[in-house]
């Protein structure tokens, strides 16, 4: 894959799109999350015609046309693309392996670590379920934006698929209470 970054388009990869999915009774809600990565990120999505990948945020299993429509126009209009995840998947992704393992680990705190090996499935599941994902949308000379520790399993798994894929993983932590971060080039 030749790559020349003014025409480099880049797929933000992060655990949550920049809005949620909510059911409410037999209603569903967007509603904007909150966080500083969809304000920094904006920016490069709108200079680039960028895509962005997470999940919805959403885990009933529901899924109607008043949701597919939700979800479509995510994608139609701000170029959002919802990854969907069951409860117990997303339990174990994200308040399992992401939230009590490799936080604590990140934040030097790995006295709270607690490894469960149902939830490490999960957490291969997810990382698998994006990898195809992003797949699905991929094109020649993207770059492929993953945020955060939710996703150390990915870039080798798009890796073996688009052995020339480029791939940025940027990593947040904190360190003595100063916010601090490491991106490498994949």
Not at 58 to 65: F, L
Not at 133 to 158: A, C, G, S, T
């Amino acid at each position: 894959m030749e790559t020349e970054s003014h025409n480099q388009r880049v797929v933000v990869v992060s655990n949550r799109l920049p809005v949620r999915l909510k059911r409410v009774g037999d209603a569903w809600q967007t509603r904007k999350t909150s966080g500083g990565l969809a304000t920094s990120m904006q920016p490069v999505l709108q200079g680039n015609h960028g895509i962005w990948i997470g999940w919805s945020g959403e885990t009933s299993g529901v899924i109607d046309g008043k949701r597919r429509q939700i979800v479509n126009e995510w994608a139609k209009q701000n170029r959002y693309y919802a990854v969907d995840l069951d409860s117990i998947t997303a339990h174990g992704f994200y308040e399992g392996i992401s939230n009590q393992v490799l936080w604590p680990l990140f934040h030097h705190f790995p006295s709270l670590l607690r490894f469960d090996p149902e939830h490490w499935k999960g957490y291969v599941r997810v990382n698998e379920t994006f990898c195809d994902e992003i797949l699905k949308h991929l094109r020649p000379n993207d770059l492929v934006w993953i945020h955060d520790y939710h996703f150390l399993l990915l870039p080798q798994m798009l890796r073996d698929v688009v052995p020339d894929i480029s791939i940025g993983v940027f990593l947040h932590w904190q360190i003595r209470n100063l916010a601090s971060g490491w991106l490498t080039i994949w």
